[in-house]
């Protein structure tokens, strides 16, 4: 497994924690009825693995929030990185993506999404802020950990290997709203 395989875990996770809707969801502002959310950066991250190398990659992020004309949530998160390549995660109101616990709620004029891994300490937050008309957003990214232990976090495709969080640094953030339901046929 190299690190770029986990580095992938965590850019998912972290637009699950963006796109997925849990629980404790409110209800949708309704000037984002039938609009679609697109969220994007980069994260360099520097992690070790179980045999103790260092590994650093730098990774792009592209998710999706479409809320539907009642309120709805449907999402999707890519996570691209070089010559490893990309994966594309996809999920409906309330799922979690696998054994993740993710979170997303409005609160005021902004979308809080976080996100902790099952197994490891490792979490993601993000936080998308829409200007008054919800014409416009912009989002902020950290990730971190959830409780007391390491920031780490299961690799793409390793069930059960785990990679701890040295240091990660965001760039290009990027936030846009337009009109339409992506996951139509057509689109």
């Known amino acids: 497994m190299n690190f770029q395989k986990f580095a992938g875990a965590a850019v998912i996770a972290a637009a699950a924690c963006t796109l997925s809707g849990g629980a404790a969801q409110a209800a949708a502002p309704k000037q984002l009825y039938n609009r679609t959310v697109k969220a994007s950066w980069t994260v360099n991250l520097v992690t070790k693995a179980p045999d103790g190398r260092v590994h650093n990659v730098a990774m792009s992020v592209n998710g999706i929030v479409y809320v539907s004309s009642a309120g709805r949530l449907f999402v999707a998160g ?3 990185v070089g010559r490893v390549g990309s994966e594309t995660k996809m999920a409906g109101p309330g799922q979690n993506y696998g054994a993740t616990k993710s979170n997303v709620s409005f609160q005021g004029n902004r979308i809080i999404g976080s996100f902790s891994s099952a197994q490891g300490g490792g979490a993601v ?3 998308m802020t829409f200007d008054p008309s919800y014409a416009n957003c912009n989002v902020n990214v950290v990730y971190g950990r ?7 976090y299961e690799g793409v495709n390793e069930k059960g290997v785990m990679y701890e969080m040295q240091s990660y640094s965001i760039a290009n953030q990027s936030c846009s709203i337009v009109d339409g339901n992506p996951f139509a046929a057509g689109s």
């Open 78 to 80: 890519t996570r691209s």
């Open 125 to 127: 937050q993000v936080v």
């Open 146 to 152: 959830s409780g007391k232990g390491k920031a780490s």
